[in-house]
């Protein structure tokens, strides 16, 4: 695990942004493709538009393959959809071709949304384990990452796929990769900012292991980078 601290939120974002970029220039180098699972909520939108505005042109845009880590149980059309967001802020400003994008199908409704989309990364990865390129997960004040949310059953789940679950925090069905899919990951970026994240990054970084309370701690991998900013960082003691 590996810690990226920046004095601002614009520092955290343009870290991220080349280390996805680097991630991508290395996966095409070995593959010809680069896999990624994007995060939703609110945070990775200003990292699209940064991507959209200053790696247009150093990125191989046409051999990425995106992925989302988990989305809300709402239609594709929803302003709640983690799809949507990613269309609007990545996507459709840098024409990626739709055959390259791998939105989760919510209107099958959510368990068989999650069956669907475990299919369809099996097929993807031929079969064997999805081994993704990199995962950008964010994180919530309450620790949770993806749609891993504090004392929910999935985070019992050792099989690496995708669930459905109705969330009752957030009063709505999700469908999310479990820990084990995140985790095969060959990289796994964590983008955090902002002073309201610092409790759950202490929890998630420094406390002792509570995977019910602190559902972020299940995410342990080769590669798991933390980018953050001072404030989001603030309560950490070794940093
Ligand atoms: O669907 C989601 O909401 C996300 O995948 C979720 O895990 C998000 O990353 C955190 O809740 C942080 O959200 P913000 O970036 O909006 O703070």
Redesign the pocket.
Known sequence: MKLNVFDTDTEVLAGLALYFAECAEAAIEARDQFVVAL??????KRLHELLVAEYRDRIEWDKVYFFL??E?DVPITDAQS?YLMAKQTLFDPLNIEPSHVFPVQTNLGAEEAAKQYTASLIDFFDGKQACFDLII????DNS????LFPHTTVLQDETASVQALYIDEVKMNRITFTAPLINNAHHIAFLVYGQGKAEAVKHILEDERNIEEYPAQLIQSKDVQWFLDQPAASRLQNK
């Open positions: 995060s939703g909520g609110s945070s990775p880590g988990d809300r983690n997960l964010g994180l919530g949770h990452t993806a749609s």
